[in-house]
């Protein structure tokens, strides 16, 4: 389950946290909470335990508990209408049939949150895709991954400085060797 496509967010928050030197993991707020500071931010990292259709019931118990604004959120996220290895960044938007994020929309009030969207790649058929997200990254993306990863942790003293394109740039130079 943990090298699983659709954990993709989490495991950029595990290497975020790592790298940024969080506190430990605990649970509380139906996930895994971990706190630091990246480039200045003080950031809370939640890591919802839920189903993922109701990981929105833990963003929202967070951010009520901290008084944190719709706006101040940041997911990270599965993408499939990215190639894998690439991310982009949004705010607002649609759920775009992710599950995850139409709960977090239902249970924040609102879609005006940022996302960081990680491409997972689409399989190429609607029949295939629940089996490509639910599966395990290969071993032959696994150099990628890792690379995708410690890229996004590098560059997120950006994200976390309100600069989401220059976050972009920065992980698209770091990664360009994997395309």
Same mark, same amino acid.
């Given at each position: 389950m943990a090298k699983q496509r659709h954990n993709i967010g989490f495991m950029a928050m595990d290497v975020i946290a790592s790298r940024h030197g969080f506190t430990p993991? =605990? +649970? =509380?707020?139906?996930g895994m909470t971990a706190e630091g500071n990246v480039g200045g931010t003080k950031v809370l990292a939640l890591k919802p335990l839920t189903y993922m259709n109701l990981s929105g019931e833990a963003v929202q118990q967070a951010a009520a508990f901290f008084k944190i604004e719709?706006? #101040?959120?940041?997911?990270?996220? %599965? #993408? *499939? %209408? *990215?190639?894998?290895?690439?991310v982009r960044v949004k705010k607002g938007g649609g759920a775009a049939g992710h599950n995850g994020l139409r709960s977090m929309d239902k249970m924040l009030g609102s879609p005006d949150y940022w996302r960081v969207r990680l491409g997972i790649g689409h399989p190429g058929s609607k029949e295939r895709v629940t089996g490509h997200v639910l599966g395990d990254f290969a071993k032959v993306e696994l150099p990628m991954l890792t690379n995708l990863l410690d890229a996004v942790s590098d560059a997120a003293p950006m994200l976390a400085s309100g600069?989401? #394109? %220059?976050?972009?740039?920065?992980?698209?130079?770091?990664? +360009?060797?994997? =395309?």
């Open positions: 993991w =605990r +649970q =509380r707020f139906k719709t706006a #101040e959120i940041t997911a990270f996220h %599965d #993408e *499939l %209408d *990215l190639v894998a290895g690439k600069k989401p #394109e %220059d976050f972009m740039t920065r992980v698209a130079l770091l990664t +360009q060797d994997d =395309r």
